[in-house]
């Protein structure tokens, strides 16, 4: 009890001296976890629009397939990536491993599915007058999916907030295709798998104690908009 | 004859194994207010819907002004934007009413400042210029009706589509509204609305067809009537009029709508005794001859319903000519309760 207690003291006072390591770890954490966000929303929202309001065939397997791959473990994403990118790799060209783009383009690859699903599920929820009365207006392709996005714009950040989480907090990919480089490549979640591996446990608690806080914000931020975006 | 704006061949729509609508022919002129009467789910929205190129039709042709509907996607586009259709329930998009009435505007590419301008101009007919800035989607029903309305008449179509375009509003604005609709032929604006009262397709349409049942006949039915059956004696009755009630054999009850066949009411000089349990007295209001058959117009009417209560009887010329019925005479009308036919209304 103590001891945990003492640890504690400790992390508090670490937090509070806003030490550089940690201040670092979370810059690039909330760096490479914005970007992989944005990038998945620009690509899994109109994707989500799209086969959400489309009649195809294959819709339902597509749907199926998407909701499989929310269930992929961060670890063999992680991994197929990494024998992608390394040197002898596919796309080992790209010479991207050990990067915080490698860290980037994992998360993206996390973040699709669940950003996808999430805005297919969106654009379906939409009622269906919203398409209706917009066409009869006589709106174009674009303005109907600009239109079904404003309507359903509450469910739609709810998609954005849920991939930002879902990358936010993962270390598998982070700590195999950034290589937790000091400095460079080292987030915040991986630096608290090292440090308490090390038995640093009172910078591993400072960092989880920042990432909660950061995440907190983040999620009280995306709470605030999506009240003022449905009155 | 005047080129019609809608044409309509053969169309069917199914919604899986349901035929929801079976339409041979239907014609629209351009210039003209129609309207198509019919209880409801009897297919209104649906046929709005296909007119609207909102909706493809399973079988069948589609006609805006002599050119077929669902050729190519941009011809679509192009002849979407001459129609507008305003739902029963609308969709008010979450702005403005100013901003929800823009929105046609904007889609044709009408600049800023010129469709602000023509907005105003229909929030301003449809009485809710001083509603501009409210937020849309908190509207009554009946003010989000007269936005939608307005929404639509912003873009000046060239066909208008309502579907009950006077549900919802209150009697202080019905005129109002009203008086909205006869003025859009002047506008250039063929109207084709529809209704589930039979009075306001009277007073606003120069056609009526009726859909019943997913077909549509381009007349009214004869021996239309709207009311609420309810029990009497452990009888279904319908009263239509003040005075006057319908004997029934039905399950159902509530609101609904009978049609009686003009070619099973029977005339009788004699107040029948019969096994009929229908029998009106009343005179004959009209007369007119339709091919070998003659169609009698009876007001049953008592002087309480100052509008009359007509029931048409179709009888054969020969018989016209034996009876020797004449204009003003008083006469029974007699029909059996099973010739009556009940759409809507819900099992007892």
Redesign the interface.
């Known amino acids: 009890m103590r001891w945990t207690l003492e640890q504690l003291a400790e992390a508090l006072r670490l937090l509070g001296s806003l030490d550089r390591q940690v201040l670092g770890a979370l810059a690039l954490s909330l760096g490479v976890a914005t970007l992989s966000t944005v990038l998945a929303t620009a690509a899994g929202v109109p994707i989500g629009i799209a086969v959400g309001l489309g009649r195809f065939r294959g819709k339902r397997l597509l749907t199926t397939v998407l909701h499989a791959l929310l269930a992929l473990p961060t670890v063999l994403i992680g991994l197929v990536l990494y024998t992608a990118l390394s040197s002898r790799g596919l796309l080992g060209g790209w010479r991207l491993l050990y990067t915080p783009a490698a860290i980037v383009v994992g998360q993206f690859v996390l973040a699709l599915p669940l950003v996808t699903a999430l805005a297919l599920a969106a654009a379906e929820g939409v ?1 269906p ?2 398409r ?9 392709r674009w ?1 109907v999916a600009r ?1 079904i996005l ?2 359903g714009r509450g469910a739609f950040l709810a998609a954005v907030v849920a991939g930002f989480g879902r990358v936010f907090g993962e270390v598998g990919i982070s700590m195999m295709l950034g290589g937790n480089i000091r400095g460079y490549t080292r987030t915040v979640t991986t630096a608290i798998a090292l440090e308490t591996a090390k038995g640093e446990v009172p910078l591993g608690i400072a960092l989880g104690l920042a990432l909660m806080i950061v995440a907190l914000a983040v999620n009280l931020l995306f709470l605030h908009l999506r009240r003022r975006a449905t ?1 | 004859m005047t080129n019609p704006a809608v044409e309509v061949r053969g169309l069917t729509k199914d919604y899986g194994p349901r035929r929801v609508l079976d339409v041979d022919r239907f014609t629209v002129e351009a210039g003209s207010i129609s309207a198509v009467v019919g209880p409801n789910g009897s297919g209104k929205t649906t046929l709005l819907g296909i007119l609207a190129t909102l909706e493809p039709p399973t079988s069948g042709e589609v006609l805006l002004w002599g050119e077929p509907v669902g050729r190519s996607r941009t011809a679509d586009r192009r002849l979407r934007r001459r129609v507008v259709m305003v739902h029963e329930r609308p969709w008010m998009f979450h702005t403005t009413v100013l901003g929800n009435v823009e929105y046609g505007l904007a889609s044709r590419g009408v600049g800023r400042r010129e469709a602000r301008r023509r907005a105003a101009e229909a929030l301003e007919r449809v009485g809710l210029a001083h509603a501009a800035e409210w937020f849309a989607p908190a509207l009554s029903a009946g003010e989000a009706r007269r936005t939608a309305l307005a929404r639509a008449l912003a873009v000046e179509p060239d066909l208008a589509l309502l579907d009950e375009p006077l549900a919802d509003v209150d009697a202080q604005h019905r005129t109002g509204v009203e008086r909205i609709i006869r003025e859009l032929p002047a506008r250039g604006t063929t109207v084709l609305l529809t209704t589930h009262r039979l009075e306001t397709a009277y007073r606003l349409a120069d056609r009526c067809a009726s859909l019943i049942g997913g077909s549509l006949r381009n007349t009214l039915p004869d021996n239309h009537f709207s009311g609420t059956i309810a029990e009497s004696d452990g009888e279904p009755v319908m009263a239509i009029a003040p005075g006057c009630r319908l004997h029934l054999a039905t399950p159902l009850r509530g609101p609904a709508h009978v049609v009686i066949d003009p070619r099973t009411v029977i005339l009788s000089r004699e107040p029948a005794h019969s096994s009929a349990r229908n029998c009106f007295a009343g005179r004959i209001a009209a007369l007119a001859a339709e091919g070998d058959r003659v169609r009698v117009t009876v007001d049953v009417g008592v002087p309480a319903s100052p509008r009359g209560v007509p029931i048409v009887a179709l009888i054969t010329d020969r018989s016209f000519r034996e009876m020797n019925l004449q204009l003003g005479e008083p006469i029974s009308a007699v029909f059996k309760t099973v010739a009556l036919e009940v759409y809507g209304g819900k099992p007892s």
């Open positions: 009622d007058r919203v209706l009365t917009a066409l009869t207006l006589g709106a174009g303005r239109t404003a309507e009155p």
